[in-house]
């Protein structure tokens, strides 16, 4: 896979905003084009991973967790944490989530 985008967002909006209600609704660990194998994921992440942390400590700030890892352990599929591809595909499903919800609560 080759990433042109210059942010994860603009990257969000090629690749799947057509899916966006189905993951905003369904999570983005249900099969989606681009993000379905951690080869993948692993690739995205590393292209944006300043952008997808810096939303994360954002996000932790935001919602009163002492850091990201306090936030992280309460994700839906925290479970998944053997090692740091599976991070990276985790912030990387927390990403699209959280840009989904964005795109269909219209922010």
């Not at 057509?18 to 249900?30: M, Q, S």
């Not at 009163?64 to 990387?92: C, H, P, Q, T, W």
Request: with cysteine; charged share 30%; hydrophobic share 45%.
């Amino acid at each position: 896979m080759i990433i042109r985008s210059k942010s994860f967002t603009n990257w969000f909006k090629a690749n799947l905003h057509e899916y966006a209600e189905d993951i905003a609704l369904h999570g983005a660990d249900g099969g989606f084009p681009y993000i379905t194998y951690t080869s993948d994921t692993v690739k995205i992440f590393d292209k944006f991973a300043d952008e997808i942390w810096d939303m994360a400590v954002e996000d932790a700030e935001d919602t009163g967790y002492k850091n990201v890892a306090a936030m992280i352990a309460e994700f839906g599929r925290s479970d998944m944490l053997d090692d740091f591809d599976s991070f990276k595909n985790l912030m990387v499903w927390y990403a699209c989530e959280k840009f989904a919800h964005q795109l269909i609560d219209g922010k």
